[in-house]
């Protein structure tokens, strides 16, 4: 009877294994999602075909890259949120509309200066979320949930629960009328008559990020601070202001986003935004940031975006309405976010 | 034993906080015009009503340790469902409400296994979950987005069941509902190990609670609850369409609000159904007292925040002396006395 | 349903034959025979590392492949799941709290077995009753079991664990350092309640560093070392001297080779009256050049949190820190490492290492700065840095860009090690840094530690592994309950002078706290 079960017959043996596993699923993180985009454009070309048009059309392209631009300048800098660990910025859509408003109430000073205060608008959000979250610790989706809400609450009881218009908010001179117009062009740009400037705006902020993130010490720290914490405040790295500064990457990012939404919308209200706090999440997953922190990358980001804004596109081409394509959405959504999890228990987090 | 004496200082307070921002919100209500009219509490409370249903759902999950963020969706939906059923396929109501619940049950174990199986981050878990709920909906009900028109049961819910007392039927439903779920968190087996899970996961399983089991109940209470309030609620108001209840603010958002004034620890293990359902009574007559839904949305708002605030602060204070020895404590104290 | 105290002592309540537990790489216990008799209070001593804790964890049927018999009043147990072991009568009371604590004492006593009045309803009244019970055998009759554990003392809240314990109805209670977290009132009465439970025939299992305390409460005592059981006897056939001395065994010397560092006098490091309140008062030291000063003590008696203090990770309340004459005042560890004083945490799987990256992540992470240009940074420019420094610690696999998590425990603290080289700092702490690892990596790191402090650093050496600090350190203070209480000498410290003066008894204590 005292024949006891070995559960653990070659210690050497279940290590390598391990570690077998982990690199099958780091490659996955880092490659996964280019695999998925270029599955769905064969795909997407095929259910073209099917249906007589082309995937690689003009037009085609056109829609998909508007579809995903703005949702690219927020992923770009939601990263910085999932990436130090903290989920998800519930407060992105208020963000956005607070720049949207920030930008066509000031839009009489001149469309560079709007456009300035709109942007800092969201860099004072960043402020506040990386000071209660990175200095005083609270629970991050309840505080940018709750601060979404008051964000709300002020731009309701302020602007009186209208909607601006930037045309009308312009005094009636030349110069703030230049203003608006400028301001509502800004989204029906195109170069080359095809790409059009808020996808390009999107690269270029994915650039950005991709920059920041693998090429500065701030991109470092992060990764330390996202992997872990505490092991990260060992080695002398200030994560109150890695944390803080993570916010304000968001915030700003999710302020660009807004004030394209508002040109392409011609309005700025306390709706714009509404809904891209959990779609934008969803691509940045989707491009194999791992939850719990630490794991993933920005091109990878660039991928998720890519892969949602198709995904979406091939549902159209199927004929699904937008609503119908929730379901497939939050099909999606699951299958992604478990594998994610699955995966990071394999890497020994969570 | 000497009896508890009821001592009112800061702290007891912040644990009736729920029941502090009920009077203010009735007193203030003394200097409006109309407000203490039967018809008026009859309609608020009723109108209130279904964010009760969410708010009790989102309390019994938090206090588990989870969020639910399915709740509004799932009541949306059974609404839909219920007169759907009853209008296309002509099913009696009770029929068409069971039916409905039994689709939240059934919601509530898809959440329950997504959350304990997969082991989803319940947020994320549920996130996704409400993207296929909303996309059910629309399946379901594809042009008109809204079912009903339907006032046949409409008057029964509406009406005073007491002669003299001026609250709807429906409001009363609700009510009982979520005095028999307190006493079933209260006072059952299963109740107590909601709120031990949630408190401390370890000591639950260490003790041979079966905590997958029992978070899966605490996810299908919830859906379960807020089906059955929804489907009401759908009755109750003669139509359901896709966006309801969202008048102003995301009933979601009202959910989260109440259950955090009431007191429940956003970390789990401790709250009370009771206090976010008298903080959602509060935040009916609120929005009552404030006609501009702007003002309402600013006030909860800051409400919101300020508890959320007074919370981290509290527990940022905490984490400072943590683990200071009782020896060395004494001996400070003495020092000082000198000093 | 109370057990009969039989008080004859023909039948053992534990009696445990050649259990032996394996881990990868070590033999944890090997071949411990263990008896305890009823109405006793056996203390298990060692030292840190010496597998009481594994041999208490095999009791508490946490693994499932040991090998060996358990006999339980005579009867053959296995013990393979803590469900088992809690049925052969097996009652542990953890160092950490298991408690709720937002939720109502009863409930906490009573979890997943509330009294039921009828098919649906708890009974409250009964389960009221039946804690206070409970509560009564620990001596907190009058406690009121409705209130919440957040609202108690600590001390209640150890006794509230312990009377949880008792309800399962246990004959063995092992209680591991239960009183590391009490004031010495609370000792007493703590203990009181251990000889209450003794007289009604409980077996008890008593682990503790406080020496005192085993002589105070204990019967008899089990000395084990190196995973092997050295000797048992009554414990009054042994005073502090002798305990120690089987504790200790033959000091081991070849091991070390005799350090040929030179002390300066300058000094790198002076602390005046350093305090935080409720963790250490009043500390007074110096560090030399080129010296291994070693800050000994129990656990528990505030090393940890004077590490912390300097570095700038806690804020301290009163005090003096001077850095080469200068004096100082870290806001945060960032200024620390800049000024140069490093701090090597004692748990390297929590606030050690980032497990899940690369080593290379991992030995730069504390000079980002330092080797950023403006704002940027890389890690490619550094490869030589990461190379040599590995190399130096000799990490195997020396591969830089391999995670972390995939190394054995020993190559994984080398790289913790590697890391603090890199940083260059010249006051470097190190807190437990050989704690878990094999014999090879710990002599590597030895080495290491010595060739950095005759370069002209000074090392800080926090450890409960005591033939390390006989080894390495070149000075001891003693620190006793968040007081310096004397001071040792090299050519004093020897495993049994640290033992005795950590316990505050000895030649070289000078200022015995009240």
Known sequence: ?350 | MERKKIKINGSFLNNNRAYLFLLIVLFAGIFRNNFFTAFNINSVTGNGSLVMWLGLGFTICLIAGHMDLTVQYVSTLAALLCLGLHSRQGLPWLVCILIATCMGVLVGLINGFLVTKLKIHSFIATLGMQFVLRGVMYMYSPEEQSIGRDYTANEALNGALIPGVPFSLYFLITTLVIVIVMIFMRNTRTGRNIYMVGGNLETAWLAGVKSNQVTTVAFVLSSSCCALGGALNGIYSGAANISMGEKGIAPLMIALTATIIGGTDIAGGHGSVLNTYISLVAVAFLRALFKKTEMQVLVIAIILIACICYETIAQYRKSKVLGTRPNLHQEYLKEIGKG | MSQEPKGTGEVLALEMRGVSKRFPGTLAVDRVDFRVKKGEVHALMGENGAGKSTLMKVLAGLFNDYTGEIFIEGEKKKLHTPIMAKEAGIGMVYQELSLARRISIYENLLVGRLPKKNALFIDKKAAIARARECLERVGLGNLDPTINIADISQCDAQLVEIAKVLDAQPRILVMDEPTSSLSREEVQRMFDIIRKLKEEGLAIIYISHHMSEIFEIADRVTVMRDGRKVGECDVSEINTEQLVEQMVGEPVKSFYAESGSKISDEVVLKVEDFTRWGFFHHVDFELHKGEILAISGLAGAGRTEIARALIGVDAYDKGRVYLHGKEVKFKNFGEAIKAGVGYLTEDRKVVGLALTQSVADNVMSCVIDKYSKGILYSNGWNNDLVDEKINEMSVYPADRNRRVNSFSGGNQQKVLMAKWLAADVDVLILDEPTRGVDVNAKQIIHNVVKKYVEQGNAVILISSDLPEVVGLCDRAVILREGHIIGEIPKEGITENSLLIAANGKGEYVTCQNK
């Open chain 1, 1 to 350: 009877m005292s024949e006891q079960v070995n559960n653990n017959p070659n210690p050497a043996k279940v290590d390598t294994r391990k570690t077998e596993i982990n690199k099958g699923i780091i490659l996955f993180n880092k490659l996964g999602i280019w695999v998925i985009v270029v599955a769905l454009v064969v795909m997407g070309m095929i259910i073209a075909m099917v249906n007589g048009g082309s995937f690689f059309g003009a037009s085609n392209v056109q829609s998909i890259l508007e579809a995903v631009a703005l949702q690219g300048m927020v992923c770009s800098g939601l990263i910085y949120v999932v990436y130090a660990g903290n989920m998800n910025d519930m407060s992105i859509p208020l963000t956005m509309a607070m720049a949207g408003m920030m930008t066509v109430q000031s839009i009489n000073l001149g469309f560079p200066i709007a456009l300035a205060i709109g942007l800092l608008s969201g860099v004072c959000i960043g402020l506040i979320n990386g000071f209660m979250i990175g200095k005083l610790k609270a629970n991050p989706i309840i505080w940018t949930w709750g601060f979404n809400l008051l964000l709300s609450g002020i731009i309701r009881v302020v602007w009186g629960g209208k909607q601006l218009y930037a045309d009308s908010v312009a005094a009636d001179t030349e110069y703030a009328q230049n203003a608006a117009n400028t301001f509502y062009s800004i989204s029906r740009t195109y170069i080359g008559g095809v790409i059009s400037l808020m996808a390009i705006v999107m690269l270029v902020l994915f650039a950005i990020s991709w920059f920041i993130h693998s090429k500065t010490s701030f991109g470092q720290k992060l990764k330390l601070v996202g992997t872990s914490y505490e092991a990260a405040r060992f080695s002398g790295i200030n994560c109150t202001k890695v944390v803080t500064m993570s916010y304000v990457l968001c915030s700003t990012a999710a302020a660009v986003g807004g004030i394209f939404y508002a040109a392409l919308r011609k309005t700025a209200s306390y709706e714009n935004g509404t809904g891209y706090d959990f779609s934008c999440l969803t691509c940045v997953l989707l491009g194999g940031t791992l939850l719990g922190g630490g794991q993933g990358s920005v091109v990878g980001t660039l991928g998720g975006v890519l892969a949602y804004g198709i995904l979406n596109n091939i549902l159209s081409w199927i004929g699904l309405g937008t609503y119908t394509k929730y379901a497939v959405q939050g099909v999606v959504f699951l299958a992604i976010v478990w594998i994610n999890t699955y995966s990071e228990r394999k890497l020994g987090k969570g």
